[in-house]
């Protein structure tokens, strides 16, 4: 796969108005995701007015010492893994010098469809299975991590989805 520049490739050819900064939105996106996965995202406070705060990457990590493998594995994939992938696919196809192949346009339908259901559902599921677990039953206070992690996959799965558009926009004749 050769690349069309550090601006960006065949896709930004295609863009217009603000669809033209995809590449610097996805960027944003890969920086706020990895805050968002380390920041405290959640502190629990327990009877004794004992609290600790909890990074996304901590709680699901926290699954498998509790020994919940297959939540684990889900909210490992869904969380963490997914959302990177995502993100770096978009950025290589940006910078992709030639997207007229199927799978690229393809990948990027997928993509976008899969995005819709994806972290925030499972994160959301995680937090079900924890109070049902018995370990929030005292409380549980939101941290800037959810709110960054949040604000990273709404925007990723944006741009990804704009991404898929513009992929499979016709292109322009040539000669006006």
Known sequence: MQFGGIWGGALRARAAGLDQWLGVVLLATLVLLAFGLFLPAIKISSFFFVSRELSLFDSVFSFLDAGNFFIFLVTLVFTILFPAFKIVTGLVLW???????????????????????????????????????GRLLTGADIEAGAIVFSISVLTSTWAVRRLSVLANREEPAEGG
Not at 97 to 126: E, H
């Open 95 to 133: 910078h992709a010098d030639d997207i007229s192949g199927t799978p690229a346009r393809a990948l990027l339908t997928g993509l976008a469809a899969v995005s819709k259901w994806s972290m925030l559902d499972v994160f959301m599921i995680a937090l079900v299975v924890l109070v049902i677990d």
